[in-house]
């Protein structure tokens, strides 16, 4: 698969759907160690109605989602056409922390490390950031079932 990948090809990939798909690109992979991508906060997005009126704040679990999501793009990618009859499913999180608000006009970049992959289960630090700075990390367990 060439890169960059846009909304077509992730969801070629991944099962999610609007209001449910928090990728909207992914602009570097290096088979086995790491995926980058990014999700662009529009002041549009559903959450925005009640997190929080008047002072819209992404929540930590939409951006852990989208950390989920990358990771779950890595390995249907990594799979290739293997993994084209399985679903990807979130296990775990583990030292979640949120470092900063992210906001509607913002750029979420997302990034992805391999720590272990073993069958179909992957364990991975992720990390998202707007601009130089870290809005959230977590190390995440995922699975393609």
Known sequence: MHLPLDQTKIQELIPHRYPFLFVDGVSAY???K???GYKMVSVNEPFFQGHFPGKPVTPGVIITE???QLACIFMRLELGEAGN??????LGIDKARF?????PGMRLDLRM???????NILKAKAAAKV????AA???LTCMLK
């Open 113 to 119: 490390e391999v720590l272990s992959c073993r069958g």
């Open 34 to 36: 790491s995926i980058d």
């Open 30 to 32: 290096e088979p086995g």
């Open 99 to 103: 470092r900063s608000m992210v906001v």
């Open 66 to 68: 989208a950390m989920a």
């Open 137 to 139: 990390e977590a190390e």
């Open 85 to 90: 009859d399985k679903t990807p499913l979130f």
């Open 131 to 134: 601009g130089d700075g870290l």
